[in-house]
């Protein structure tokens, strides 16, 4: 079982930043892949980054070069650096693990938090 607690949502200006994190019960290096997804009001979650236990980073089209993921394994946290906000990144953010076992897969996720991006 991992917990997952998000925090640092906010309302920001379009052009603003904000730092996203998320705290895991477990070692980092235990999970597989923790990553940050969204969902917009009246849309489907959306995958916006990946790191894997090893570090590897992915990041959606739509954020790239503007959103960065990062870990601190000492603090069993994974971070979403957002710069450049747009009105369209607003949503709901939650931070996602997956572990893997022998035939099985377990996905965890936090409760969310809420990021508004409004002038």
């Known amino acids: 079982q991992v917990q997952l607690v998000e925090s640092g949502g906010a309302s920001v200006q379009p052009g603003g930043s904000l730092r996203l994190s998320c705290a895991a019960s477990a070692n980092l290096e235990s999970i597989n892949t923790m990553g940050w997804y969204r969902q917009a009001l009246g849309k489907q979650r959306e995958l916006v980054a990946t790191?894997?236990?090893?570090?590897?980073?992915n990041h959606a089209d739509s954020v790239k070069g503007r959103f960065t993921i990062s870990r601190d394994v000492a603090k069993n946290t994974v971070y979403l650096q957002m710069n450049s906000l747009k009105a369209e990144d607003t949503a709901v953010y939650y931070c996602n693990a997956i572990v893997w076992t022998p035939g099985s897969q377990y996905d965890y996720w936090g409760q969310g938090t809420e990021v508004t991006v409004t002038s």
């Open positions: 790191i894997t236990a090893t570090g590897r980073t």
